[in-house]
């Protein structure tokens, strides 16, 4: 035994290429039974409400944001992505996220993984994508869905949307303003994301992940409903969630939506360093 | 181990061909978990091409040595070497010719054993792209899968679900395979090819490193042994080596015990009554550091004790563990 047959050759390739990675990790979250059953639960939010909306049109009995739908089928994608972003949406990054890491420990696959070798800031990379892909297709699936069900089943007076301030907007403004939604709201999630992710890393549990998430968004809630505790909110993520629904306005107030994403970016930096400072040092 | 066919005929990088040359390397290696010391400074050398095998109770630190081999632990103290390369900075240039089975298989319930394989075989460095669905199909035949492929892994059974864990490792030629206990939950056929497995490798050039507590399995199929004890390294080398060593003298079958002990003792060798099954002959065992054998038989020949068999007692490797592993250091 030579040392030319045990020494691994100089141009040994250290990992495959980034587009197979992301391509093995989209089949992976994509034949994920999972993933399949939440998007298809993300598809029904702006039927029901659609639903609901139409039959409680006929008695007369609308209020609020939803009730504004009524009528107005453009404002049902936003509505739908508004509503769910209290808690269905980050409950859905969440699981992607527990999945990515604690759920590929728990089951065995992170060695793999590592073994392969899917280099460590790579791996980090490739969960990031992964989670990032869910969110887009949740918030998507709100969106597409919430167009077609407005316009078929809520109606639109002349295919227009007439916004919170009574004015109305034309087919193409309305699609745009639900365009802005979609991108805003997938940067709240990818905050939300990063900073799962970073919990991901950290244990093997899957459900600490969740319970994390969804612990962290009630204790949010309590906090910025304290009046004494009023100079927090800036620092709170949810604080600006209410601000989707500015684009129903007109002319739109973006003050909301910019200040939130900064937040949003504060949250994705120090999640991403986080989850990249454990994955660099974590056991497998 | 000049004869063997290596895998490919690369050129060793300049600089680096010693002779004799080291598949993986332990200097020094110590794992805390809190206060608990699951491995203790162990020094290990794996040679190229051997098949070697660890062995040790449950607890003394096989699997721990072998995640920091893998680069999978960060050690406490120490360092290691996997293929010449320090671990874990220059690791992503030796994985790539490493195949391991650590801690039972793990893939995803809700794929099949197919397309579990796939991702694995997607994420290897040295298959491409065109290359992957054969890989597959090869390895899936080889641990003998070819069946039960388009089952989801969530029903396969734990003979199977080990299996599709070393279909992984053969996905590809290695240089280096380790596999960690990869007879658990194998029926005696799953054994079997295990065995034929590692022998397969051995002959390819492979070089393999199996931690087991079958020690039948081990004295089988490995040419080198590291025992371990409590996170120490108790003993390494060549499994032919050490069991030599272990060689306790000579075995002296006879009728007349009695007669046979003062003759030997008389003629200044130690010797005692040799501990046997009733079933069977009842013999006596003479160290070594008396009269050589032949003189020690003529003279017990002419004192008029019976010798119906004279043998050098060999230890097999269960005995030597023993010795190895439960007596105080």
């Excluded at chain 1, 107005?72 to 209290?86: E, Q, R, W």
């Excluded at chain 2, 070819?146 to 003979?159: N, P, V």
């Excluded at chain 2, 679900?161 to 279909?167: E, F, H, I, S, Y």
């Amino acid at each position: 035994m030579t040392a030319a047959a045990v020494l691994p050759r100089v141009d040994t390739p250290r990992g495959v290429s980034v587009i197979r990675l992301l391509g093995a990790e989209l089949r992976w979250v994509l034949r994920r039974p999972r993933t399949l059953v939440m998007l298809g639960v993300f598809a029904l939010v702006p039927v029901l409400i659609s639903i609901g909306v139409a039959v409680a049109d006929s008695d007369g009995s609308n209020h609020g944001l939803i009730g504004a739908v009524a009528g107005n089928g453009l404002m049902l994608p936003v509505v739908a992505i508004t509503v769910s972003l209290a808690l269905l949406l980050p409950l859905a990054v969440a699981m992607a996220a527990a999945d990515a890491i604690a759920g590929e420990a728990a089951q065995g696959t992170l060695r793999g993984l590592l073994l392969a070798p899917v280099g460590r800031l790579r791996l980090v990379g490739m969960k990031a994508f992964g989670v990032l892909v869910v969110a887009v297709l949740a918030v998507l699936a709100l969106a597409v869905v919430g167009v077609v069900a407005g316009m078929v089943i809520v109606g639109r007076p002349e295919g227009q949307l007439v916004t919170l301030s009574g004015t109305t907007l034309g087919m193409g403004d309305a699609l745009g303003r639900v365009t802005l939604v979609v991108a805003w709201t997938i940067g709240q999630l990818a905050a939300v994301g990063a900073v799962a992710l970073a919990v991901s890393a950290l244990t093997e549990h899957p459900s600490v992940v969740i319970a994390a998430v969804l612990g962290g968004l009630i204790v949010f809630g309590v906090l910025s409903a304290i009046p004494a505790l009023e100079w927090l909110q800036p620092y709170l993520l949810t604080t600006g969630w209410t601000a989707s629904a500015d684009v129903l306005r007109d002319p739109m107030p973006t003050d909301g939506l910019v200040t939130s994403t900064l937040r949003a970016l504060c949250y994705l930096a120090v999640g991403a360093g986080l989850t990249v400072f454990r994955m660099l040092r974590r056991d497998a | 181990m000049t004869a063997m066919p290596s895998v490919d005929a690369a050129p060793a990088p300049a600089g680096a061909a010693p002779v004799g040359a080291v598949a993986a390397r332990a200097i020094g290696l110590r794992k805390e978990f809190g206060r608990t010391v699951a491995v203790d400074g162990i020094d290990l050398d794996v040679p190229a091409g051997s098949v070697l095998g660890m062995l040790g109770p449950n607890g003394s630190g096989k699997t721990t040595l072998i995640r920091m081999l893998l680069g999978l632990s960060r050690p406490t103290a120490g360092t290691a070497e996997l293929l010449g390369q320090p671990v874990p900075t220059g690791i992503d240039r030796a994985l790539p010719h490493v195949g391991a089975l650590v801690e039972g298989p793990g893939f995803h319930p809700f794929l099949s054993g197919r397309e579990n394989l796939r991702r694995v075989a997607t994420m290897e460095p040295l298959l491409g792209r065109g290359e992957i669905a054969h890989a597959v199909d090869v390895a899936l035949k080889r641990v003998g899968l070819a069946d039960a492929a388009d089952r989801r892994y969530r029903g396969y059974s734990l003979g199977m679900k080990q299996r599709l864990g070393l279909a992984a490792v053969l996905l590809l030629p290695r240089r280096l395979v380790v596999l960690d206990e990869p007879t658990n939950g194998l029926d005696p056929a799953g054994t079997r090819d295990v065995r034929r497995i590692i022998a397969e490798l051995h002959a390819a050039g492979t070089t393999v490193v199996v931690s087991s507590h079958l020690l039948a399995e081990v004295e089988a199929t490995c040419t080198h042994v590291a025992v371990l004890q409590a996170g120490s390294l108790v003993a390494a080398g060549e499994l032919r080596t050490l069991l030599a060593a272990g060689t306790t003298g000579l075995v002296i079958a006879t009728p007349d015990v009695d007669l046979a002990l003062r003759t030997l003792r008389s003629a200044g060798a130690t010797a005692y009554r040799a501990e046997r099954d009733s079933s069977e002959e009842q013999a006596v065992v003479v160290g070594d550091d008396g009269p050589p054998a032949p003189e020690l038989i003529a003279l017990l020949v002419r004192a008029g004790v019976a010798v119906h068999e004279a043998r050098r007692s060999r230890t097999n490797l269960e005995e030597l563990f023993a010795r190895l592993t439960e007596e105080p250091a």
